[in-house]
């Protein structure tokens, strides 16, 4: 069966410091890959979204990138980070050949900079 | 474009009340739909859904009809608990990447 993993969990870091969130998937090859943000009491955005290795697609721009080192992986990374990149961060996989089935998401990365 | 509409949060109910929560769609195609939940502190979890017109989604009780007449895709529950506490989120797809999402509704079930 197929399962995505996060980590970490919850991150606590300085204004200015650097960021690394991974996401990887089990189970699955090529699959479409997103990472999504939710700040407080809002709703979900996209960030970016990857449908092959070394292939990302940016939906806003921000102080944010991300990566894809690897089929089934997906990296989201700061430089320095800003106040308002505090917040929920979800990673989520689908497959072309199943995209009406819709997305499986991980657990999430609660991110909260200080 | 595509996009979603939710009814505003948050809704606030006893437990065994009846639960709606309103979804409309904008799309140029036919969409599937879908409702996620989100329990406090975690993830998205897919909820249930409907990939064609007239077709009923359900799970742990809730229920959701794909309305093509009225491009709808409300989402009820018959008697509600207080685990089903969470925030709501109607979303859409056709033949791109991306999931449209509906800004989310705040569901808060006392007991």
């Known amino acids: 069966s197929q399962t995505i993993h996060q980590w970490p969990a919850t991150l606590v870091q300085p204004v200015g410091s650097p960021l690394s969130l991974e996401c990887t998937v089990e189970?699955?090859?090529?699959?479409?890959l997103y990472w999504y943000r939710q700040a407080a009491g809002r709703g979900l955005q996209l960030l970016f979204y990857?449908?092959?290795?070394?292939?990302i697609s940016s939906e806003v721009p921000q102080n944010l990138s991300a990566s894809r080192p690897q089929d089934r992986q997906f990296i989201l990374s700061s430089k320095k980070l800003l106040l308002s990149d505090s917040g929920f961060y979800l990673c989520?996989?689908?497959?072309?050949?199943?995209?009406?089935?819709?997305?499986?998401f991980g657990s999430g990365t609660r991110l909260t900079v200080v | 474009g595509n996009s979603v509409t939710q009814m505003e949060g948050p809704v606030t109910l006893s437990e065994e009340a009846f639960l709606t929560i309103n979804c409309t769609y904008t799309?140029?195609?036919?969409?599937?739909l879908f409702w996620y939940v989100q329990y406090p502190g975690e993830g998205l979890q897919l909820l249930l859904k409907?990939?064609?017109?007239?077709d009923k989604g359900s799970n742990k009780g809730f229920e959701a009809t794909y309305r093509k007449e009225t491009t709808s895709f409300h989402l009820e529950k018959g008697s509600v608990q207080v685990s089903d506490s969470a925030v709501y989120f109607c979303?859409?797809?056709?033949?791109?990447?991306?999931?449209?999402f509906g800004a989310g509704t705040t569901v808060t079930v006392r007991a």
């Open positions: 989520a996989w689908s497959t072309n050949s199943e995209l009406r089935r819709g997305y499986t």
């Open positions: 189970g699955t090859s090529n699959p479409n």
């Open positions: 990857s449908v092959g290795i070394g292939q």
């Open positions: 799309a140029t195609g036919y969409p599937s």
């Open positions: 409907a990939t064609k017109a007239d």
């Open positions: 979303a859409l797809i056709i033949n791109d990447y991306k999931l449209s």
